[in-house]
């Protein structure tokens, strides 16, 4: 049996991203992966701005002789290139407004009394105070947004505050999926006498859509060793990866494995992990003729198994990752967090276990009782993952390792 860490090193080796990229305006660009360093061009913001509604002095015109009337002898409001501030007087000035030069500090209206054209400061502002400064939150040529970053709308704003119309990001990933099994019904279907419902077709496609993906669903599959071989060569053509799910178990009486091995290659994983286990990784051939150049001449293949918490979790744990790094992305592993366990949790086994729970208001985390791999209303109660290394019981107060769904599910 492979680990959880020993199978996921394995499939981000062989997880080249791909190699199309494009130029896209700003606004449409959530959710892509920039393909170059976005510089800046400018410093941000341009100029020394004021940060209140208020006075732009010099603080030393306070100092000299102690009078704080100052005449007003300019008015700045944003958007207005200031004159030069005169020595002994002070500026109305606006939030968002170029300060002019010569003043060092801004007095905020309500420290401020104004009579007519003149002005009594009724504070000593530090040199600097409330004067955004020229390049505060941006220097001018820094690397602003590195390769490989994922975009979201924040990113898109900072992008668009130096100037960005648009971005250079790596096509989407294509990823083909279908479903075997001959229970498999879909919902609006009536259910006949041994059959259930394709809900692993709603989870994983959606699963796949929240990464950003470009998803072909082929649906439901039929189990028979020409249709599945059929479809593996159609999908391999135009896509970057066929995820396949159910039948990937030992001594199965299914057709992926053969049709993949007949279409490419296939390596079958025994994964100590629980959900999950096994676990199908391998290649399926593009017809030579339709290889582009630059392209590979083969598509991964990942095989889930079949039970939904299963490919749910072996989705989150190691198609999630493979995905993102195909889609040029670095940095995939999700951050986890150190959490106390509200909970006793007996069970030792030799595998890694991934347990659905969910943290309560006391900080702590609870278990969902009912840890089956094919308990689906788990994953919708839980709101993470705990991380259960082999062998380890769990203990009420103890640290354990969480990683929550929200660090999984983008
Ligand atoms: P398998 O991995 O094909 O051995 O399937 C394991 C279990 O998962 C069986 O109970 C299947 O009926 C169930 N299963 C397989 N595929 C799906 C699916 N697409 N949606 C829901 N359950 C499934
Ligand atoms: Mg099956």
């Given amino acids: 049996m492979l680990s959880t860490a020993e199978a996921l090193t394995t499939l981000l080796s062989a997880a080249t991203p791909i190699t199309g990229t494009e130029s896209i305006p700003t606004l449409d660009a959530l959710n892509r992966v920039l393909s170059a360093d976005v510089v800046s061009p400018l410093d941000v913001p341009p100029m020394n701005t004021s940060s209140m509604d208020g006075y732009a002095i010099r603080t030393e015109d306070l100092t000299t002789d102690g009078n704080r009337r100052l005449p007003v002898s300019q008015r700045i409001p944003a958007g207005h290139a200031p004159e030069p501030l005169e ?34 400061i009724l504070h000593s502002p530090a040199s600097g105070e ?52 001959d229970e498999l019904t879909m919902p609006g279907e009536p259910l006949k006498p ?57 001594g199965e009486e299914d057709h992926v494995k053969p049709a993949v091995e007949a279409e490419g290659r296939l390596s079958m994983w025994q994964i100590a992990m629980k959900p999950g286990k096994p676990l199908a990784f391998g290649a399926v051939r593009r017809a030579a003729q339709q290889a582009d150049a630059a392209a590979s001449d083969e598509t991964f293949f990942i095989g889930l198994p079949g039970n939904p918490v299963s490919s749910f979790v072996t989705f989150l744990l190691f198609v999630r990752p493979f995905v993102l790094r195909l889609a040029g992305m670095q940095t995939v592993a999700p951050r986890a967090l150190s959490l106390r366990a509200d909970f006793t949790q007996n069970k030792a086994d030799r595998r890694n276990e991934f347990l659905r729970a969910r943290v309560n208001a006391a900080g702590g985390l609870d278990l969902f009782p009912n840890q089956s791999s094919a308990v689906l209303t788990s994953t919708v109660w839980g709101d993470g993952l705990i991380d259960n290394p082999p062998n380890h019981a769990i203990s009420v107060g103890e640290t354990v390792r969480f990683i929550p769904f929200s660090e999984l599910l983008n």
């Avoid at 109305?92 to 007519?116: K, L």
């Avoid at 590195?146 to 971005?167: F, H, I």
Wanted: proline letters at 3%; hydrophobic letters at 40%.
């Fill in 194 to 250: 041994g059959a259930i419902y394709n809900s692993n077709r709603f989870t994983l496609r959606g699963l796949l859509e929240k990464l950003g993906c470009d998803v072909t669903d082929y649906g439901i599959v039929p189990d028979k060793l020409d249709a599945t071989r059929t479809t593996l060569r159609e999908a391999a053509q135009a896509h970057d990866l066929i995820l396949t799910c159910g039948g990937v178990s030992v």
């Fill in 130 to 181: 409330w004067i955004t400064g020229q390049g505060a939150d941006i220097r001018s040529g820094s690397i602003i947004l590195p390769a490989g970053t994922r975009l979201t709308p924040q990113a898109l704003g900072l992008a668009a505050s130096v100037g960005c119309a648009e971005l250079q990001v790596r096509r989407r990933a294509k990823v083909a999926v279908f479903f075997t099994g």
């Fill in 87 to 120: 020595r002994g007087t002070a500026a109305r000035i606006f939030t968002g407004a170029t300060v002019p030069p010569g003043a060092d500090a801004i007095v905020m209206q309500e420290q401020t009394e104004a009579a007519g054209n003149e002005v009594t």
